[in-house]
C-alpha cells in the first residue's frame, strides 16, 4: 500500500464526480418535461466537466504516486475496500470522459425524441460507471464500475438505436460479458495471493511464472475484447452502427479506453514476466488490426461503418504503443488513446449531423453536401484530417511517438505498421473529397442548412483539442510522464526473470 | 419454561396463524378474510423472528435448537413468506372453492421450514421437512382446469413421486448413520462420526442423507420435477417453490455437509460432480425453453449447483457464501415471478414472447425484471454478483480452480437466455392491443422492495454476510479444522 499517497484533499473529489451523475438521474426521475430534462442534464453534466477540472490544476505530474485518494472499509468480510486514486494516465481518461458525456447530451438534443427520460438516465448512469472504472483502485470496485456500463450501454444501442439494433445489443452484451467473466477469476486469483483486492496491493508481488501467464491469459481476453483487438473486434461495427450519435461517441471515446486502459493498470504491472512473454503476439496482432481496420473502412460505403472500422485501426496503434514496452511507446500509445477519443468521437457527431438531415449515413447520399453546409465542412474537414494524422493535428503526436516507440523496438514492426498511416489517409481523403464535393452526379441538398448554434458549440471544444494537443502537446505528455516511468520500471524491473528478456 | 416458549415464538405464531386460517377454511369461501389473516401471520412470524433474533436455547430434549443461525433464518423465510403472499394476490388461477385452504397450506409449509432450519435431530428434522413438503403436493394440483392446461394432476405425482423416493433415499442414509454413530442428535453425531468419517458406510450414509436436500434444492439429478412442477403449478404456487424451501434445504445442507468438514475430499468431490452437472444441464436446457416459467425452473437447476458450488469448500466461508447466495436467489426470483403472475392474463402461463413490450405496459414491472434477471445473470451492483463473487473466492481459496473456471463458463452461457428475456421485455414492442397493466398498491410496493433488497444486498453486503458468517460459529465449534 505505499503507492497510494497521502495525498488527499478536503473534499472528496472523485467520490463527488462519480456520484453526482447518480444524483442527476435521481433528479431526472422527477422531472416531466422533455426540454427541463435536456437542460436539467445538460447543466448537471457540464457542472461535472468543470468540477472536473480542480484534478488538473492540483495533479502533482512529478510523482507516479495515485493522488486524490480515498480509502474506506467496505465489505470487509471480503476484504473488498472502497478506495480510488488518479495517476497520470487516469487522470486524462476522467477529463476525456467528463468532456465528452455534455457533449452527447447536446449531440442527442434533436436526435432522441422518444423516451428521453431513460436516454438522459442511462447516459448519466454510464457517466458514473466510466469515472468509476477509471478511479476505482479495488479491483471489485473496478469491476463493478466495468460490468455496471454494460447494462446502460446495452439499453442505448437496444432502445434506441438503429434497424438491427437488438441484434447489435445482445452481441455486445455477450461478448464483453463473456470477456469480463475470466477477468473475475483472475482477479480472485490475485485476491488469493496477495490477501486483498487492492490495484497498487497486486502489482509487483513475486507471482510465479506459470500464474502470471493464466492471469494474463485471462485479462488480455477481456480487455482485448473491450478494445477490441483483432480478432475480437466484429461486435464493434455492429454495435457502433446501431447505436444512436450519442451511444457511438461513449462508445468510441471512453468504453474503447477501456481496454488499453485495463493493460495498462492491470496487465504490465502485475504481470511483466507475462507481458514480456505475450508481447510479440500482441504486436503483430496489434499491426494486422491496423492494416485490416484500415483496408476494411476503405472499403465501406456507409459512414458510421467506415468510422468504426478505423476505430479498430486506431485502436491497434495502441496496443502497439503499450506493447512495444518503451516510453515513447507507452506515452504515445495513452496519447493515441486520448486522441482517438477527441476526434472519432467528433466524427460521430458529424456522422449523426449528417443523418438527422438525410436519414441515410450512406457515402453516396452524402456527397456533395460541402457545397450547401460550408461550416459543417470545415469542422468535417478538420476532424477527418485529424483521424488520418495530419501534422498538426492531435492524432500526428500520438502515431508519431508510437511509430517512435515501435522503431526502437524493431524496425520490421514499423515498416508493417507504416502502410496503415497511408491506408488512413487513403480512406479519410475518399470521404472529405465525397462529401466535400462529391462528383457531377450529386443528390439534391438544396434544403439543407447548416450548422445550428448548438451544433456548433458541441464540436468546437473538440476542435480545440485538436489543435491544443497537436501544436503543444507537452502539458500532455507531462502530466503522464511520471506514470509511464514508473510503469516502465514496474514492467522491467518487477521480476528478476523478467529482467533477462530482451 | 416461559422463556423457552418465547424462543419458540416465530413457529407458534404461524401454528397459531395455521389454526385459525383452519378455522375459517370451515366457513364457505372466505378467501379474502383468508388473505389477510395469512398476511397478519407472517408479518408478526417477521415480527417474532426479529423479537427472538438473540435468543439462544435448546428445546425437546435436545431436539430443537434456538440459535443465531435458526433465528436468522426464519427471519429470512418469515420475510420470503410476507413476499410471496404479496405476490400472490388474488390467485386468479386456484378454483374460487379452495382459495381459503390455499393459504393454510402455504401457512402450514413455511412453518415446516422455519422448524427445519432449527432442528438438530435426524426425527425431527425429517418430521419438519415433511411437514413443509406435503402441504406442496396439494398446492400443486389446486390449479384451475381448464382447456389446455391440464398438467397440473401429472405435475403433482411427478412432485410427489421424486419427493417420496428422495425421502426413502434419506431415510436410508440416515439409518447408516444412526447405525454408525448409535444417535440420532446431530450435534453428537458429529462427533461421534470423526473416527469413522473416511469409511464407506459413513460417506455413503451421508451421500444418501443429502439426497433429500437435493431433491428440495433441485439438483441434479434430483432435478426432474422441476421444470413441470414449474410448469404445472399455478405461477404464485412456482413462486412459492421455487423460493423458501431452497433456502430451508441449503439450511439443512449446511448443517449435514458440516458433518463432513473439516476437508473431505471424497465428500467435495462428489459436491463438486454435483454441481457441474446441475449448472451444466440447467444452463444448456433453459437456452431452448419459450415458457418462462419452464425458463426459471432450468435456470433454478444451474443455480442449485452455484450454491452447491459454496458447499465444496467446506467451511464456514463456503456455507456463509451459498447462504448468502440463495437468500439473494430468493429474492431475485420472487422479483421475476410478480412479472410472471401480474402479465399473466388470467394466471395462464407466460411464453418468453408474450413478455414483448413490457416497458409500455407496465414501467414498474419492466425494471422489476429487468433487476431481477440481471441479477440472476450475476451482474453487479446486483446480489446475484455478490453472491457469486463470495462463492468463488470460497470456492478457490480452497483450490478448487477447475470449478471456479467451469462455474464462470456457466455464467457466460447463462447469460444469454437471461439476455432473450430481457430482449422482448425491454427491446421489443408490443403487439398489437396490448393493454398496459394495471398494478395494484400491494404489488407496487412489493416491485419496490424487491429492488430495493437486491440492489442493497448487492451494493452493501457487508451487515448480512456478517450477520450469517457469525451465526455460522457453531460449524467450527462442532467441527474443528484439524
Redesign the interface.
Known amino acids: 500500500m505505499t503507492t497510494l499517497s497521502s495525498f488527499t484533499t478536503g473534499l472528496p473529489l472523485l467520490s463527488v464526480l462519480i456520484f453526482s451523475p447518480l444524483v442527476a438521474a435521481a433528479g431526472a426521475a422527477l422531472i416531466r418535461s422533455e426540454r427541463a430534462l435536456r437542460w436539467w442534464t445538460l447543466v448537471w453534466t457540464t457542472a461535472i466537466a468543470l468540477l472536473s477540472l480542480p484534478l488538473w490544476w492540483r495533479f502533482n505530474a512529478d510523482t507516479a504516486d495515485f493522488q486524490f485518494t480515498e480509502h474506506t472499509a ?5 476484504k473488498i475496500d472502497y478506495s480510488l486514486g488518479l495517476d497520470g494516465i487516469s487522470l486524462l481518461l476522467v477529463l476525456l470522459t467528463t468532456l465528452i458525456t455534455p457533449l452527447c447530451v447536446l449531440a442527442s438534443w434533436r436526435y432522441i425524441t422518444s423516451r428521453v427520460k431513460e436516454f438522459l438516465i442511462c447516459l448519466l448512469v454510464m457517466e458514473t460507471a466510466m469515472i468509476g472504472v477509471f478511479s476505482a483502485l479495488d479491483a ?1 470496485l473496478f ?2 464500475f466495468w ?2 456500463m ?2 446502460p450501454m446495452a ?1 442505448l444501442i ?2 434506441w438505436g438503429g434497424p438491427r ?2 441484434y447489435a ?2 452481441k455486445f ?2 461478448y464483453t ?2 470477456g469480463s ?2 477477468l ?2 483472475a482477479l ?2 490475485l ?2 495471493q496477495t490477501g486483498s483486492f487492492s490495484i497498487p496491493g497486486m502489482m509487483g508481488q513475486p507471482y510465479g511464472a506459470t500464474f502470471q501467464l493464466w492471469v494474463f491469459a485471462a485479462f488480455f481476453i477481456s480487455f482485448a475484447i473491450k478494445v477490441p483487438m483483432f480478432p475480437f473486434h466484429t461486435w464493434l461495427p455492429a454495435a457502433h452502427v446501431e447505436a444512436p450519435t450519442a451511444g457511438s461517441v461513449v462508445l468510441a471515446s471512453v468504453l474503447l479506453k477501456m481496454g488499453t486502459y485495463g493493460f495498462l493498470r492491470f496487465c504490465l504491472p502485475i504481470t511483466p514476466h507475462a507481458t514480456h512473454v505475450f508481447a510479440p503476439a500482441i504486436l503483430a496482432l496489434s499491426v494486422v488490426a491496423i492494416l485490416y481496420g484500415g483496408l476494411t473502412a476503405l472499403a465501406q460505403s456507409d459512414l458510421k461503418k467506415l468510422v468504426a472500422y478505423s476505430s479498430v485501426s486506431h485502436m491497434g496503434f495502441a496496443t502497439l504503443g503499450i506493447f512495444v514496452l518503451n516510453i515513447n511507446g507507452l506515452e504515445g500509445a495513452t496519447m493515441v488513446m486520448i486522441n482517438h477519443g477527441v476526434t472519432t468521437g467528433a466524427l460521430f457527431i458529424c456522422v449523426g449531423i449528417i443523418y438527422e438531415r438525410l436519414h441515410s449515413r450512406e457515402l453516396a447520399a452524402a456527397a456533395g453536401i460541402g457545397r450547401f453546409m460550408p461550416v459543417f465542412m470545415a469542422f468535417f474537414g478538420v476532424f477527418c484530417l485529424s483521424s488520418l494524422g495530419f501534422p498538426g493535428t492531435n492524432s500526428f503526436i500520438g502515431e508519431f511517438l508510437v511509430l517512435a516507440g515501435g522503431f526502437a523496438h524493431s524496425k520490421l514492426l514499423v515498416a508493417c505498421a507504416v502502410p496503415g498511416v497511408v491506408i488512413a489517409a487513403a480512406y479519410m481523403f475518399r470521404v472529405l473529397q465525397r462529401v466535400a464535393w462529391g462528383g457531377t452526379a450529386n443528390p439534391a441538398h438544396h434544403e439543407l442548412h447548416d450548422l445550428e448554434f448548438r451544433e456548433i458549440v458541441t464540436l468546437l471544444p473538440l476542435l480545440v483539442f485538436v489543435f491544443w494537443i497537436g501544436l503543444h502537446p507537452q502539458p500532455f505528455v507531462h502530466a503522464m510522464h511520471a506514470t509511464v516511468v514508473h510503469l516502465l520500471g514496474q514492467v522491467g524491473h518487477a521480476l528478476p526473470a523478467a529482467a533477462a528478456l530482451p | 419454561m416461559i422463556s423457552s416458549f418465547i424462543a419458540f415464538l416465530p413457529e407458534l405464531v404461524l401454528l397459531l396463524g395455521a389454526f385459525v386460517l383452519f378455522v375459517i377454511t370451515l366457513g364457505e369461501s372466505r378467501w379474502v378474510l383468508a388473505r389477510t389473516t395469512a398476511l397478519v401471520v407472517a408479518l408478526a412470524a417477521v415480527a417474532a423472528s426479529l423479537a427472538t433474533l438473540g435468543q439462544h436455547t435448546v428445546l425437546f430434549s435436545g431436539a430443537y435448537r434456538v440459535d443465531a443461525f435458526s433465528q436468522l433464518l426464519k427471519l429470512i423465510l418469515s420475510s420470503g413468506f410476507v413476499g410471496v403472499l404479496l405476490l400472490s394476490g388474488a390467485l386468479p388461477d386456484i378454483r374460487d372453492r379452495i382459495k381459503a385452504e390455499y393459504f393454510l397450506f402455504l401457512a402450514l409449509s413455511v412453518s415446516g421450514l422455519l422448524m427445519l432450519v432449527s432442528c438438530v435431530d435426524a426425527i425431527t428434522l425429517v418430521i419438519a421437512l415433511e411437514l413443509s413438503s406435503f402441504p406442496l403436493y396439494l398446492l400443486v394440483p389446486m390449479r384451475r382446469e381448464r382447456e389446455g392446461q391440464r398438467s397440473q394432476m401429472e405435475s403433482a405425482i411427478k412432485y410427489i413421486m421424486f419427493g417420496v423416493a428422495a425421502n426413502g433415499l434419506m431415510l436410508f442414509g440416515l439409518s447408516y448413520l444412526f447405525g454408525l454413530t448409535g444417535t440420532t442428535s446431530l450435534p453428537l453425531m458429529v462427533e461421534r462420526l470423526q473416527p469413522v468419517i473416511s469409511t464407506p458406510l459413513a460417506l455413503a450414509g451421508l451421500a444418501l442423507t443429502f439426497c433429500g436436500f437435493y431433491y428440495k434444492l433441485a439438483v441434479f439429478p434430483f432435478h426432474f420435477w422441476t421444470p413441470d412442477v414449474y410448469q404445472g403449478a399455478s405461477n404464485e404456487t412456482a413462486g412459492y417453490i421455487a423460493t423458501l424451501p431452497k433456502i430451508g434445504a441449503v439450511a439443512v445442507l449446511v448443517r449435514f455437509v458440516s458433518l463432513a468438514s473439516p476437508a473431505n475430499d471424497t465428500i467435495a468431490l462428489l459436491l463438486a460432480g454435483l454441481a457441474i452437472a446441475s449448472m451444466v444441464y440447467g444452463n444448456l436446457i433453459a437456452l431452448v425453453q419459450t415458457d418462462f416459467k419452464r425458463l426459471l425452473g432450468f435456470s433454478g437447476i444451474a443455480h442449485a449447483g452455484y450454491a452447491i458450488v459454496g458447499f465444496v469448500a467446506l467451511g464456514t466461508a463456503g456455507f456463509a457464501a451459498s447462504l448468502y447466495y440463495i437468500t439473494g436467489y430468493m429474492l431475485m426470483v420472487l422479483a421475476c415471478f410478480v412479472v410472471i403472475s401480474r402479465v399473466s392474463r388470467d394466471g395462464t402461463n407466460v411464453a418468453i414472447s408474450e413478455l414483448a413490450g413490457l416497458h409500455r405496459r407496465s414501467p414498474l414491472l419492466a425494471a422489476t425484471l429487468l433487476v431481477g434477471v440481471f441479477g440472476l445473470a450475476g451482474l453487479p451492483p446486483f446480489v446475484g454478483f455478490m453472491g457469486k463473487l463470495s462463492i468463488l473466492t470460497a470456492a478457490l481459496s480452497t483450490g478448487h480452480l477447475a470449478l471456479v473456471i467451469i462455474t464462470m463458463i456457466n455464467a457466460a452461457v447463462a447469460v444469454y437466455y437471461y439476455l432473450r428475456v430481457i430482449r422482448e421485455a425491454v427491446f421489443g414492442d408490443a403487439a398489437a392491443g396490448q393493454v398496459p397493466i394495471v398494478l395494484d398498491r400491494s404489488t407496487q410496493v412489493l416491485c419496490l422492495l424487491l429492488i430495493a433488497a437486491i440492489v442493497a444486498l448487492g451494493v452493501a453486503p457487508g451487515p448480512v454476510l456478517d450477520a450469517i458468517s457469525n451465526s455460522l460459529a457453531w460449524v467450527t465449534t462442532a467441527a474443528p479444522r484439524v
Open positions: 467496505w465489505i470487509p468480510w471480503l471489485i469491476f463493478m460490468e455496471a454494460l447494462i439499453l437496444g432502445v439494433k437488438i445489443a445482445i452484451f455477450i460479458m463473456a467473466i475470466f473475475l477469476v480472485i486469483a485476491r488469493l
